[in-house]
Nanobody, 124 residues
Framework: QVQLVESGGGLVQAGGSLRLSCAVS????????MGWFRQVPGKAREFVAI???????YYADSVKGRFTISRDNARNAMYLQINSLKPEDTAVYYC??????????????????WGQGTQVTVSS
């Protein structure tokens, strides 16, 4: 059973940056499509970015050009570099994993493994 643990969230002013990390244990990250999603209270969880192999990425339009997803297979970890933060980026950010053989997806329901989430709060 894959275990995911996020870290790196916090309170930041608009225009600032954060780097979120997702540590993967009990399985090799290279066997999974890895994704970042976010959720605001009262709203559905929404897609942010996915990477199915190093350099093969896809982003939500709302974050394109500001967010960068990456992975380090040797460290079994995934990252989300968030720049030019906006108040509307405030949310709990979750990392998720889906078996690589199933292909990439932007639907949260298609992901089997989830971390506990890390809060990102952007002040204006």
């Amino acid at each position: 059973q894959v275990q995911l643990v996020e870290s790196g969230g916090g309170l930041v002013q608009a225009g600032g940056s954060l780097r979120l990390s997702c540590a993967v244990s009990r399985s090799a990250i290279s066997s999974y499509v890895m994704g970042w999603f976010r959720q605001v209270p009262g709203k559905a969880r929404e897609f942010v970015a996915i990477e199915w192999s190093i350099g093969s990425t896809y982003y939500a339009d709302s974050v394109k050009g500001r967010f960068t997803i990456s992975r380090d297979n040797a460290r079994n970890a995934m990252y989300l570099q968030i720049n030019s933060l906006k108040p509307e980026d405030t949310a709990v950010y979750y990392c998720a994993a889906r078996r690589l053989r199933l292909g990439g997806s932007v639907r949260p329901d298609d992901y089997d493994y989830w971390g506990q989430g890390t809060q990102v709060t952007v002040s204006s």
